[in-house]
């Protein structure tokens, strides 16, 4: 079936370092990626996307790369700042009947330290 | 702009009773999608909508039934809650399919 795990359930980085966030999905087909980044208590927020024919998409301080290669995603953030703290889920897209799904991965948490 | 709007945002349910979580938006989006999030976990999704009366299942719809009459809105209804469907419920809506999904802040359900 499909699956979309994370590597890391946790990271800990220093303010100003850059971190990476990485991503693992098991459906070859799938041919759109997205990111998001739930803080505590509210519904995750949309950060980035990627779409299977592209290797690498930049954003403001983040980058997501896709390996199709090794089915790999991996989410890039500059400078991390402590706002960046929270919880940073990838999600695969998957054809329905109707429409799309996303299957999500379990999540990282992302801890930053001043 | 609201965007996607969930109420209630907090509930604690007796077993067996019912209820229905309210989800509006007004983005004007085709595609409406019920998820519920277990702790530590990811989202998984319970039904979705690609239009105004047209709804289907998503990977855990048991025990769930939903409606969309607008485009505005999308209500999930609980009939017979049990224990096992504690656990904080989002919504979301995106414009076509392959789109980013807007969520709302969710209602946190606990049935006891």
Redesign the interface.
């Known amino acids: 079936g499909e699956s979309v795990g994370l590597h890391l359930p946790t990271l800990s980085v220093q303010e100003g370092d850059n971190s990476i966030i990485n991503c693992a999905y098991s459906n070859s087909a799938s041919d759109y990626f997205i990111w998001y980044k739930q803080e505590s208590g509210k519904g995750p927020q949309f950060i980035i996307d990627i779409r299977s024919n592209m290797d690498k998409r930049q954003g403001q301080r983040v980058t997501v790369l896709l390996n199709k290669t090794v089915k790999h995603l991996s989410l890039q953030i500059a400078a991390t700042q402590p706002g960046d703290s929270a919880v940073y889920f990838c999600a695969e897209n998957s054809a329905m009947e109707y429409g799309n799904k996303l299957v999500f991965g379990s999540g990282t948490i992302l801890r930053v330290k001043s | 702009n609201a965007g996607?709007t969930q109420t209630p945002k907090f509930r604690i349910l007796k077993i067996g009773q019912s209820m229905t979580l309210q989800c509006t938006q007004d983005m004007n989006h085709n595609?409406m999608?019920w998820y519920r999030q277990d702790p530590?976990?990811?989202?998984?999704?319970i039904y979705?909508s690609?239009g105004a009366g047209?709804t289907?299942k998503?990977?855990v719809p048991n025990g769930y039934n939903v409606s969309r009459s607008t485009t505005e809105d999308f209500p999930l209804r609980l009939e017979l809650a049990a224990p096992s469907q504690t656990s904080v419920y989002?919504c979301?809506s995106s414009l076509q399919?392959?789109q980013?999904?807007?969520?709302?802040?969710?209602t946190r359900l606990s049935i006891l």
Do not use: T
């Open positions: 996607v595609y999608y530590g976990m990811g989202l998984k999704l979705y690609v047209i289907d998503g990977e989002f979301a399919g392959i980013p999904q807007h969520f709302g802040d969710g």
